[in-house]
């Protein structure tokens, strides 16, 4: 089974602190994915990585920056965390070709931008 | 510009009867389209998916149906139970690229028992 585990459940923070939410992957996937989930908007892709050291802006990057310096590992940063960020986060990953080409999540982080 | 649509926030059935989800797209260039089911506080479930070169795909109780002419598809499953409760996501992937997958917005689910 996939395994995909997210640093946090919940998170709280202050406005202007720095943010990092990480997730690790068990499966050895290439790609990587960040997203937002709001209510009435879904999930917004903010950034995904297609292997190491590859990364490429969603749909909407702004206010955050990614790492991916270990095929298993890819960080999320949110360099000054501001209250329209408070939203729960969500990580995914998968390997191009699969089966079914989908997409395996993390349990999510709840971040609290107070 | 939402190119995935799914206009109905909310579906409430009574259990063992049908539940219908549908999802319209406007991007014609998505050629994989999956549904996934999302619990609160947990992450999304992989579902079902279908290929722009089927119109019907069935597992179990859940069965998606694409319309290519229309750019709709619709997710059935038959019968409800009242675990089926959660947040639906049609999601598309195609259109130029080969890693991003768009969302829709998610229609809650409630099975009535």
């Known amino acids: 089974d996939v395994k995909v585990t997210q640093s946090s459940r919940y998170l709280v923070k202050r406005t202007g602190e720095k943010v990092f939410l990480e997730c690790v992957q068990d499966m050895d996937h290439e790609n990587m994915f960040w997203y937002r989930q709001d209510p009435g908007l879904g999930l917004r892709l903010i950034y995904f990585s297609y292997d190491v050291k590859m990364k490429e802006k969603g749909d909407i990057p702004e206010g955050y920056s990614v790492s991916r310096e270990k095929k298993e590992r890819f960080s999320l940063i949110l360099e000054s965390a501001s209250t329209n960020q408070t939203s729960m986060y969500l990580c995914?990953?998968?390997?191009?070709?699969?089966?079914?080409?989908?997409?395996?999540f993390g349990p999510g982080t709840r971040l609290t931008v107070l | 510009d939402q190119q995935v649509k799914q206009n109905s926030p909310s579906l409430s059935v009574q259990e063992g009867r049908i539940s219908i989800l549908n999802c319209d797209y406007t991007n014609s260039m998505f050629d994989y389209f999956l549904w996934y089911k999302k619990y609160p506080a947990e992450g999304p479930t992989f579902l079902i998916s279908i290929s722009s070169i089927k119109d019907k795909n069935e597992d179990g109780r859940f069965t998606v149906f694409l319309n290519k002419s229309a750019k709709h598809l619709s997710l059935h499953i038959v019968p409800s139970q009242p675990g089926d409760s959660a947040v639906y996501f049609c999601?598309?992937?195609?259109?130029?690229?080969?890693?991003?997958?768009?969302f829709g917005k998610g229609t809650l689910l409630t099975v009535n028992p």
């Open positions: 999601a598309a992937m195609g259109g130029g690229s080969n890693y991003k997958l768009t």
């Open positions: 995914a990953s998968r390997v191009p070709g699969a089966l079914y080409n989908e997409q395996f």
